[in-house]
């Protein structure tokens, strides 16, 4: 699904408005009744409640006016107040606010005494509907509309916010001084960018996506290069194995990792690629740690590799990784490799020679961060995992700026370099170097575990060695990722999640995946 920015939407409004014909008010009508059936399906009680609605003078709060209007038609108990003067709502929104005031009285809200009033009324209802601010927001929100936004997130009530929960930054997630905590936010025509973006995404609880009838043939034409990674896009891409097949059809993953103390890493890495569907896996250790993961890993070959005196990797071991890349189809590389200067040379190297795809994680991005030019050397595709810690190391920026443009950021690093970028975090980002940028739908806060990131490596390498391309593997490995631990969570909670379990439940979330996509696993 098509994800947009604040201008975005705006141009999609207009065009409907002036190239197709389909008056304003007709959206906004449609806007008000969408977002009524979607409140019907999560309060189907909704005819013995009382509700109160707080618009304000724009277009969101015509939405609202509707929205009381088609309440009232039905019998329900409603009270409008509008956040503002009457005789500064204008256009659509004052049609409808005079439609509404037909059959009930609209309660200006533009003085703190009538903030007393409000606070009365609004504390003994059963639903509050923020129609206050819409996607056009982009400064702090101040006085009287704080005050009252402050109030309804300080009530028990439930909310449902109308487009997005007033005060969000549809465009960028940003908290402008204050903004609503909604229970369930309805928005219209495709979701926006700032709905998956920390810390608005924190702000908007259940989502819903509804219809207003803009004509898909102007989506199509807007050049909307952000996308909501979702799994009828993303199942279908799953390739069913062939019966006469054997472990050279699905590929060899050369992976690069491990040091003294994180050999889990290196391990974590193994199992998951091999899980994912590899036809097989070698891991590249240093020697001295070679015996330790003969003994954890069956599955996986073990090669023992020219260490420093510190048990990392050497420089002497670049030969020896040039011969085992021949015939592998992907690298991964920096599970638990460490920061050791001599280490750090090592990775640079292989990310200037390699001619094989090459996943980077962990101390591997590390060592970018100390040159990142050695990417303008690369002669291979070369997908980026980061964390927000490893993208400011890599940027020479903080993590507050990484969190605060995290699509831009990545969008910037991913063009800069000619690389992917898996920007991790809640809602990971995919940004492309042509600019496309791709928001995962899936995970939840059980991953914040030790060795989740190093999966996600295996994951991908995994699928890339089986013949995807690097953007596909990138996509699905994200989104499997996330899905795997949502399933694991809603069985048995997020506190205790592992990587190891994420491990184990990869063979089965791709049989789900397939049986979903009608095919077999």
């Keep these: 699904m098509k994800v947009v920015s604040a201008f975005q939407m705006k141009n999609l409004d207009r065009r409907a408005i002036e190239e197709f014909g389909i008056p304003g008010i007709v959206l906004m009508e449609n806007a008000g009744r969408a977002t009524i059936e979607v409140i019907d399906k999560y309060f189907p009680a909704i005819s013995m409640r009382k509700i109160i609605i707080i618009a304000g003078s724009g277009n969101n709060g015509g939405d609202g006016f509707v929205i009381g209007r088609h309440l009232l038609n039905r019998g329900v108990e409603v009270e409008a107040f509008l956040l503002g003067h009457k005789a500064k709502v204008t256009g659509d929104a004052k049609v409808n606010m005079e439609l509404y005031q037909k059959l009930r009285p609209v309660v200006e809200l533009h003085r703190q005494e009538d903030l007393m009033k409000f606070q009365t009324q609004i504390s003994h ?18 006085g009287l509309y704080r005050d009252v936004i402050d109030y309804i ?3 028990p009530t439930p909310v449902v916010s109308v487009d997005i929960p007033s005060g969000i930054d549809a465009s960028t997630g940003k908290i ?38 803009i004509p898909p043939y102007l989506v199509q034409e807007e050049n909307i290069q952000v996308e909501l990674l979702e799994a009828h896009e993303l199942f279908p891409l799953l390739k069913q194995r062939d019966r006469n097949s054997h472990k050279g059809n699905y590929g060899h993953v050369l992976l690069i990792a491990g040091s003294v103390g994180k050999t889990g890493a290196a391990a974590l890495s193994a199992d998951a690629a091999l899980r994912i569907g590899a036809g097989l896996v070698t891991l590249g250790i240093p020697a001295s740690l070679n015996p330790v993961m003969e003994v954890k890993l069956t599955e996986v070959m073990t090669e023992p590799l020219a260490e420093t005196d510190s048990q990392t990797l050497s420089t002497q071991s670049l030969p020896r990784i040039q011969e085992l890349s021949e015939g592998k189809k992907v690298l991964a590389l920096g599970p638990g490799i460490s920061t050791h200067p001599e280490t750090m040379a090592v990775v640079q190297h292989i990310i200037r020679t390699s001619r094989i795809p ?38 020479g920026t903080s993590i507050r700026e990484v969190q605060e443009d995290r699509i831009g950021v990545a969008k910037k690093v991913a063009k800069q370099w000619g690389v992917v970028i898996v920007l991790k975090g809640a809602r990971s980002i995919i940004a492309e170097p042509n600019g496309n940028i791709y928001i995962n739908s899936t995970g939840n806060p059980g991953m914040a575990s030790g060795g989740t990131g190093d999966v996600l490596t295996g994951m991908i390498a995994g699928l890339v060695a089986q013949g995807y391309t690097i953007s ?35 063979p089965l979330a791709l049989k789900e995946a397939m049986a979903e996509n009608g095919a077999f696993g």
Excluded: W
Aim: include cysteine; aromatic fraction near 4%.
């Design 125 to 142: 209802v059963d639903l509050i509907i923020d129609a206050i601010l819409g996607t056009g927001v982009n400064t702090d929100v101040r």
């Design 176 to 213: 402008l001084g204050t903004a609503i905590h909604a229970d369930l936010t309805v928005t219209f025509g495709l979701p926006k960018i700032g709905l998956f973006i920390h810390p608005g995404l924190d702000r908007v609880g259940i989502l819903e996506v509804a219809d207003i009838s």
């Design 358 to 395: 090459i996943i980077v994680d962990a101390d591997g991005i590390n060592a970018l961060g100390e040159k990142p030019s050695v990417l303008q050397e690369a002669q291979c595709p070369i997908v980026l995992t980061p964390h927000p810690g490893e993208m400011a190391r890599l940027t």
């Design 153 to 155: 997130n300080s009530l």
């Design 472 to 506: 596909e593997a990138s996509r699905l490995g994200v989104f499997l990722h996330g899905y795997i631990a949502d399933e694991i969570t809603e069985q048995s909670g997020e506190v205790g999640l592992t990587a190891t379990d994420i491990i184990n439940r990869i």
